[in-house]
């Protein structure tokens, strides 16, 4: 059964990307798996959605419009829904779309085209808050980093407590940690 899922990592007090938009204070921290676990995480990735901000950065930071192929390397062939409200370049033979409106739409397409794999929201926060707020969040699997940013992207900027999370698994990485959590389907 396919599962959303939003992997991601964040700083210790709780921000996926610093005040200018960066993703670089992530780059410094001590992990053996790293890697690896990502790997092994995308492996079973069939469909993925980005915010703007965070394709952008993507964009920007691997400079992947001058060399696609990087975009390939990391992600695939796997199809990318970038939800956005402006105009945005398109990687050339990537098979990425923009979108806009309500997620739930574009949920069902992520669905068909992932299979029996899972959905992956790569990000920004919220983005992932919109489709935890339409209950199609499955799962939150956030690496913890020994940094604090002080401002920034909040992690998911709603409000879910101890009743909508269920802790599936904690895993030590040298300096970070990973925490899994599933949304619990209450009533």
Known sequence: MTRT??????????????????????????????????????ANVGAMAMGATTYEWVLGHEKVL?????????????PCWVFTHRTLPIIPGVDSRLVKGDVAAVHREMTRAAGEKNIWLVGGGDLVGQFADRKLLDEILVGIAPVTLGRGAPLLPRRLTANDLELVEVVRDRQFVRLSYRLRRGG
């Open 5 to 42: 899922q939003y992997y991601t990592a964040a700083s210790l007090d709780g921000y996926i990307a610093d005040g200018e938009n960066s993703l670089e204070w992530l780059f410094d921290v001590d992990r053996a798996e790293g890697d690896v676990a990502f790997a092994r995480f995308f």
């Open 66 to 78: 001058d060399d696609p192929e990087k975009w390939h390397i990391y992600y695939g062939a796997t």
